[in-house]
């Protein structure tokens, strides 16, 4: 289990969520089996499918979780290679608009967050033990690399229930 002091409170229910037993790679693995499994079976007519007004169809869903992905990645990878810059945060709802995700191909998506997910993965191998226990600053708040890989992890498997719950 990740101490609650290398993450802000906010991230608590994405990083309890998962099998904490299982490592990082184990839960980055296990949630996007889960991911494919769901979403590359569902009817066409659901890809641009959005529950309520304003809340985003599974197309936009998927390229925030591709965006949220490569914002998380590049922060653990300053982590653990000792950047001390405090870096930024983003803006999901701006970067969702201005995705053009609707414009996109369902399955490129799909193949998008598969590829940048083996990619996560190799990322999180190369880290030695003591590169996951660095922590640094992202959107004005601590967090260490493992925590960041669970919440990569975490953050997938609650959109995929969300998508299950209330999309399909």
């Known amino acids: 289990m990740i101490p609650t002091t290398e993450y802000n ?9 998962l099998e904490t037993e ?3 790679v184990e839960n980055l693995e296990l949630v996007q089996d889960d991911f494919e499994t769901t979403l590359r079976n ?7 499918y ?3 007004d304003g809340k985003w169809t599974i197309k936009e ?5 591709i965006d949220s992905e490569r914002v998380f990645c590049y922060r653990a990878l300053c982590f653990a290679r000792n950047d001390k810059t405090d870096l930024p ?3 999901q709802d701006a970067f969702v608009t201005n995705s053009v995700a609707q414009d996109r191909e369902y399955k490129d998506l799909l193949d998008e967050m598969a590829v940048l997910r083996k990619g996560t993965i190799q990322l999180f191998k190369s880290f030695k033990q003591e590169d996951l226990l660095k922590i640094g600053t992202g ?11 669970m919440v990569m992890a975490g953050h997938q498997k609650h959109h995929l229930q969300v998508i ?4 399909l």
Do not use: C, M, W
């Open 9 to 17: 409170p906010y991230y608590t229910s994405f990083i309890t969520n």
């Open 22 to 24: 299982k490592s990082i």
């Open 42 to 48: 569902i009817s066409s007519n659901k890809e641009n």
């Open 50 to 52: 959005a529950y309520a």
């Open 61 to 65: 869903l998927i390229q925030h979780l």
């Open 89 to 91: 945060g983003f803006d």
């Open 139 to 149: 959107s004005g708040n601590k967090i260490s690399v493992r925590a960041l890989g």
């Open 164 to 167: 299950k719950d209330r999309y």
